[in-house]
């Protein structure tokens, strides 16, 4: 059995990124050691501020010794890997990319701006707003799909 690595997560609350990386963790089968409120925690504060060039950027993580500002489940998952070579987490990560949710965002959004100018050009300007409306709710939409981690994963045999 391999040693479990110590994980300290620098966190703050409302922070989406660090509610995604938590969640990713636990999806990944990684468990953290510690978890520290920078905003109950002057001394967490200063330390994440030290690692982040003077901001209080979180999620900010320490493996063992090692810190990472703001990092993806995969950069986690490749520092666990190198500080621990023989630790290998329950489910490691294989990323689904959505580059075909963005094409057809952008065709959307492309296709409603077009119509705005039309329904402009055509009825009057005030008519358009709806679809301007319309339009911006589309793409915000859109965005929170893809920030919507659905992920896959698959058990790693190492031979």
Same mark, same amino acid.
């Given at each position: ?64 010794? #090692?810190?990472?500002? @703001?990092?993806? $489940?995969? +950069?986690?998952? *490749?520092?666990?890997? =190198? ?47 709806? #679809?301007?409306?319309? @339009?911006?709710? $589309?793409? +915000?939409?859109? *965005?929170?799909?893809? =920030? ?12």
């Amino acid at each position: 059995m391999s040693k479990q690595p110590q994980l300290t997560l620098y966190w703050r609350q409302g922070c989406p990124f660090c509610s995604s990386l938590r969640r990713e963790l636990a999806l990944a089968g990684v468990s953290l050691s510690k978890e520290v409120n920078i905003r109950k925690d002057p001394l967490g504060a200063a330390f994440v501020r030290q690692a982040a060039g003077g901001n209080e950027t979180v999620p900010t993580l320490v493996i063992d010794d #090692v810190t990472l500002v @703001n990092p993806s $489940i995969s +950069q986690v998952v *490749n520092a666990i890997g =190198r500080a621990h070579p023989d630790f290998v987490p329950n489910k490691p990560l294989d990323p689904a990319p959505k580059f075909w949710l963005r094409g057809i965002q952008l065709g959307t959004v492309a296709v409603l701006i077009v119509v705005s100018f039309i329904i402009e050009r055509q009825i009057n300007s005030t008519a358009s707003y709806a #679809v301007d409306i319309a @339009n911006i709710a $589309i793409y +915000q939409l859109f *965005n929170w799909l893809r =920030r919507r981690k659905v992920v896959t994963y698959s058990v790693k045999a190492d031979s």
